[in-house]
């Protein structure tokens, strides 16, 4: 039954993650987020380094390692916070997990997945849940990956 409630959790995930996947991956403008938001509110760096408690070119440094990818969170959501806004940190499955798991599966145990499993619709399915919950009994989860 423990593998039936995680196909499940699986299958809401790939729910969830369907809106997210619809974003543009390089949706990131060049200069950053944060400077980017920062000069449509008509904020200075002077005025985001005091919310900050920073110096502006503390703030523009911060503005940088953002765009340079080199941020941590914890600075992030400072900046965030500084322009009253909030961070949502994710992964977005670059293919459906139930997918990543059947292509595992057939890799692994050499098992051929039913043809009623293979098409996101399907995920929804029930019958299909218990297909897949029985090919996926015949493997073991600590060895899957």
């Not at 039913?114 to 098409?119: I, R």
Request: charged residues 25%; aromatic residues 4%.
């Amino acid at each position: 039954m423990k593998n039936r409630l995680d196909l499940t959790r699986l299958a809401e995930l790939d729910r969830q993650f369907c809106d997210f996947a619809q974003l543009q991956r390089n949706a990131t403008p060049r200069c950053g987020w944060t400077k980017t938001l920062r000069l449509a509110l008509g904020m200075s760096s002077i005025a985001l380094g005091e919310r900050l408690g920073v110096t502006a070119q503390g703030a523009r440094k911060l503005e940088q390692a953002e765009a340079n990818g080199t941020i941590t969170l914890n600075t992030l959501a400072r900046l965030a916070h500084g322009l009253d806004c909030e961070v949502h940190y994710m992964f977005v499955p670059r293919t459906s997990l139930v997918e990543q798991v059947l292509r595992r599966t057939q890799e692994i145990a050499g098992i051929p997945i039913p043809s009623t499993l293979k098409g996101v619709e399907a995920q929804k399915d029930a019958e299909t849940l218990m297909a897949f919950t029985n090919a996926l009994a015949k493997v073991s989860k600590r060895g899957l990956w």
